[in-house]
T-cell receptor
Framework: IAGITQAPTSQILAAGRRMTLRCTQD?????MYWYRQDLGLGLRLIHYSNTAGTTGKGEVPDGYSVSRANTDDFPLTLASAVPSQTSVYFC?????????????FGPGTRLTVL | GQNIDQPTEMTATEGAIVQINCTYQTSGFNGLFWYQQHAGEAPTFLSYNVLDGLEEKGRFSSFLSRSKGYSYLLLKELQMKDSASYLC??????????WGAGTKLIIKP
């Protein structure tokens, strides 16, 4: 099935624990993104990757890291989770980072840090 | 700073027309996107404008005025399934999307 998958769907995590959110796309898109969505705020970009092997920082990168070893996978790691990282996390991809390219979103991961 | 403004919530009647406005101030402009997001689901793409004017796609149309930093999404013949949040986003000079907080549209029968 073409599209983007994310895992897990939801997770409750103790503060201080390490957590990796997984994202895989099968559309052979070059660009991938991680956003967080919080009530009353717009989607905020955490990290992005314009092509395999490269990554960049978005608006809110602190406390998060990413890697892009291949085209399909773009995992997001929280090294030591804090309650302020409680959010819904969306992974997205686009054919390229260029002007007119729409982004396709995964179903999201709902993360609660206690 | 960069800013996207849109109303927090709007209510409309089934079968009617509704216009959702979006104003923006960004560093550079490489197009404006509208997405639809149903509660608990992922955003899905609706429209893209990069030149001034109206883009029509079925019951949905999107308008852009770059000189005014303004766009609107027009939804005609509203259906109950159109109840959702509508997100306005602008691609800035770094080709990153800057997102508004979204407009929650409530459709009443």
């Amino acid at each position: 099935i073409a599209g983007i998958t994310q895992a897990p769907t939801s997770q409750i995590l103790a503060a201080g624990r390490r957590m990796t959110l997984r994202c895989t796309q099968d559309m052979r898109h070059n660009a991938m993104y991680w956003y967080r969505q919080d009530l009353g705020l717009g989607l905020r970009l955490i990290h992005y990757s314009n092509t395999a092997g490269t990554t960049g920082k978005g608006e809110v990168p602190d406390g998060y890291s990413v890697s892009r070893a291949n085209t399909d996978d773009f995992p997001l790691t929280l090294a030591s989770a804090v309650p302020s990282q409680t959010s819904v996390y969306f992974c997205a991809s686009s054919d390229s980072a260029g002007a007119g390219n729409e982004q396709f979103f995964g179903p999201g991961t709902r993360l609660t840090v206690l | 700073g960069q800013n996207i403004d849109q109303p927090t919530e709007m209510t409309a009647t089934e079968g009617a027309i509704v216009q959702i406005n979006c104003t923006y101030q960004t560093s550079g402009f490489n197009g404006l996107f509208w997405y639809q997001q149903h509660a608990g689901e992922a955003p899905t793409f609706l429209s893209y404008n990069v030149l001034d004017g109206l883009e029509e796609k079925g019951r949905f149309s999107s308008f852009l005025s770059r000189s005014k930093g303004y766009s609107y999404l027009l939804l005609k013949e509203l259906q109950m399934k159109d109840s959702a949040s509508y997100l306005c986003a602008v691609k800035d000079s770094n080709y990153q999307l800057i997102w508004g907080a979204g407009t929650k549209l409530i459709i009443k029968p």
